[in-house]
C-alpha cells in the first residue's frame, strides 16, 4: 500500500471519528456513564456489577433523551451533545454539586438549585447556541476525546481492583452443619433471630456512656429470657459477623491473607447455612426482613423477603437495590422523587419509618401456618439518630452519645412490645426468640471509621466496646441449660439446634 493510499484512509478515518454522529455518540456516552462509573468505583469492594449494568442502561437512555431535547432546541447534533453534558452533572450529581456549591458560596439551598437548573442551563444554551460551526466542532471533538479518556481511565481502574480480589473466596467451616443428623421434635417452634445494629451490651454501655440498661435486661428475664451478659461477637463489623451467625462458624479467608472486599462475603448472605439448615432437613419457611443496607435485603432462599426499605411507586409498586438507591437519591429526579414522593425511597430519611415497618413485617410472620425461621436485620440504635426514647424527634441540639442512649431507650421499648406481642400471638406454641447485635457502636460516636482495618488501628478499649453486644434467649421451657455468658454468634445456632433438634454439633 503507498503513501498516499494510506493518508486518505487515515483522512477518511479521521473524518469518521470527527463525524457529527460520532461525536454526539462519545458525548452522549462517556458523560452519562462517567457518574455511574466513578461511582461504581467508589464502591466497587461491594457493589454487584450487575447493578453497575442496569444503572448505566438507565443513564445511557436519559442521556438519549436529554440529547432529544437538546436538538429540538438547537436544531444541531453537536451543539446539543455539548448541552446535554453540562446538563449531565446537575441531573446526575444533583447532590454532590449543590453541597458543593452551598459550602463555596455564601448561599441557602433554593438559590443553589436556581443555579443548577436555572442558570446554568441557561448560560450553557445562550453561549452553545452563538457557536459557530468551527468552534462547535472543536469543542465538541475535545468533549469527545477527554470524556471517554477519564471513563476507561476510571474503567481501567476498576478492573484492576476486581482483578486483584478476584482470587478471594470466604468460608464458613460449617460442614457438621450440613451434613448432621437430626431428631425432629413433635412440635417445630417458630424462630425469631432479631438483630439490632450496634445494640451495645451492658459492659461497653457502662465504660463508654455510664450507662445502666439493666431495667430493660431484667425485664426481659422476667419474660423468660437468658441474658449472656458477657457476650461478644466474634467480628467488629456488620458483614464478617452477621456472615458467620448466619452460616454458624467462624470464617475462612481462601486466597489472600485478609478480605479486602466485602464481596467474597456476599454468598453467605444469599444462602445462609442456618436458613438452609432449616429448610433442607425440618421443613421450616425462611422469612428475612433486611434493613436498609445492602448486606441483609435479598436472599436467594427466602421464602417471604418484605423489604419495606428503597420502595418506589411509580407503574406499580418496585423495590430498588441498595446502591441503585444510592445513587438515584444523589441525581435531580431522583432526590425530587425522594422528597415529594412520599415512599420509603431514601433510607436516611426515613430511617425511623423503615424499622418501625420491620416490626410490623415481624409480627407478621406470625399468622403463617407452617414452621417459620424469621430473620430480621433492624438498624437500631443505629445512627442515623432520628429518635428521643418516648418516639418523638431527636433533639440535634444534644451530643451525640446523649442522643444514641435516647435511642438505645426508644429501642428498648419497641423489643419489649415486640416480644409481648410475639409471646401472645404465640401463646400455645411458644417460639425460639434470639435478641442480639452484630456489633457495638464506635468508640466516638458519628466518627467514620476505616472499616477495613478497624482492628488493626483500634485500642483494646474500643474494640472492647465495639464488640460487646446484646445476646438474650428465650427458649421454649426455658430450656437454657446449655447457654452461658460468654457465648458468641458462631454458638447461638449451634446451642439452639443441639437443644431442640437432636444435633450433635461442637461449639
Request: proline letters at 6%.
Amino acid at each position: 500500500m503507498n503513501a498516499k493510499k494510506l493518508a486518505g484512509i487515515s483522512r477518511r478515518f479521521f473524518e469518521v471519528l470527527s463525524s457529527e454522529a460520532m461525536v454526539t455518540s462519545a458525548v452522549l456516552a462517556s458523560f452519562y456513564a462517567l457518574p455511574i462509573i466513578l461511582f461504581t468505583k467508589k464502591n466497587i469492594h461491594s457493589m454487584p456489577i450487575s447493578e453497575a449494568v442496569a444503572l448505566l442502561v438507565a443513564s445511557l437512555l436519559l442521556g438519549l433523551a436529554v440529547v432529544a431535547v437538546c436538538f429540538l432546541l438547537l436544531r444541531s447534533w453537536m451543539k446539543a451533545a455539548i448541552l446535554a453534558a453540562v446538563l449531565a452533572f446537575p441531573l446526575l450529581q444533583y447532590l454532590d454539586l449543590k453541597g458543593w456549591v452551598t459550602s463555596a458560596l455564601p448561599i441557602g439551598d433554593a438559590v443553589a438549585v436556581g443555579l443548577l437548573f436555572l442558570v446554568l442551563p441557561a448560560g450553557a444554551f445562550l453561549l452553545v447556541k452563538r457557536l459557530g460551526f468551527e468552534r462547535t466542532r472543536m469543542l465538541a471533538s475535545y468533549l469527545a476525546i477527554v470524556g471517554p479518556l477519564i471513563a476507561a481511565y476510571s474503567l481501567a481502574q476498576i478492573s484492576i481492583s476486581l482483578v486483584n480480589n478476584s482470587g478471594t473466596t470466604v468460608t464458613v467451616d460449617s460442614e457438621d452443619l450440613r451434613s448432621t443428623a437430626v431428631k425432629p421434635p413433635e412440635r417445630k417452634p417458630d424462630i425469631y433471630y432479631l438483630v439490632f445494629d450496634r445494640y451495645e451490651g451492658q459492659i461497653g454501655l457502662k465504660e463508654s456512656f455510664d450507662f445502666d440498661n439493666s431495667e430493660f435486661l431484667d425485664e426481659l428475664r422476667s419474660l423468660g429470657f437468658y441474658v449472656a451478659d458477657q457476650s461478644f461477637s466474634n467480628y467488629p463489623t456488620t458483614r464478617p459477623s452477621l456472615a458467620s451467625s448466619l452460616n454458624g462458624g467462624e470464617l475462612v479467608v481462601h486466597g489472600s491473607e485478609h478480605i479486602k472486599s466485602a464481596k467474597p462475603l456476599n454468598p453467605l448472605f444469599y444462602e445462609p447455612a442456618v436458613a438452609a439448615f432449616l429448610k433442607d432437613k425440618l421443613d421450616y419457611s425462611f422469612a428475612e426482613i433486611g434493613s436498609w443496607g445492602p448486606d441483609t435485603q435479598t436472599s436467594r432462599i427466602a421464602d417471604r423477603n418484605p423489604r419495606p426499605a428503597w420502595q418506589i411507586d411509580f407503574f406499580g409498586e418496585h423495590h430498588l437495590p441498595y446502591y441503585s438507591g444510592i445513587f438515584l437519591v444523589g441525581t435531580a429526579p431522583g432526590n425530587a422523587y425522594d422528597r415529594y414522593g412520599g415512599t420509603n425511597f431514601s433510607q436516611y430519611q426515613s430511617h425511623g419509618d423503615i424499622f418501625l415497618d420491620q416490626l410490623d413485617a415481624i409480627r407478621q410472620q406470625a399468622k403463617h401456618d407452617e414452621p417459620t425461621f424469621v430473620f430480621s436485620h433492624l438498624l437500631m440504635p443505629h445512627p442515623p439518630l432520628v429518635f428521643d426514647e418516648r418516639g418523638g424527634p431527636s433533639d440535634s441540639g444534644l451530643p451525640n452519645d446523649q442522643r444514641f442512649l435516647k435511642q438505645l431507650q426508644f429501642t428498648n421499648n419497641h423489643i419489649l412490645a415486640l416480644v409481648r406481642d410475639l409471646l401472645a400471638q404465640h401463646k400455645d406454641d411458644p417460639p425460639i426468640i434470639i435478641l442480639a447485635a452484630d456489633e457495638g457502636e464506635y468508640e466516638k460516636l458519628g466518627e467514620d471509621q476505616d472499616l477495613s482495618n478497624f482492628s488493626a488501628g483500634a485500642s483494646d478499649q474500643a474494640l472492647r466496646k465495639k464488640t460487646n453486644i446484646l445476646a438474650a434467649f428465650r427458649f421454649p421451657g426455658e430450656r437454657h441449660e446449655d447457654l452461658y455468658p460468654t457465648i458468641t454468634p458462631v454458638n447461638f445456632f449451634r446451642v439452639t439446634f443441639n437443644e431442640f433438634f437432636g444435633t450433635d454439633l461442637e461449639l
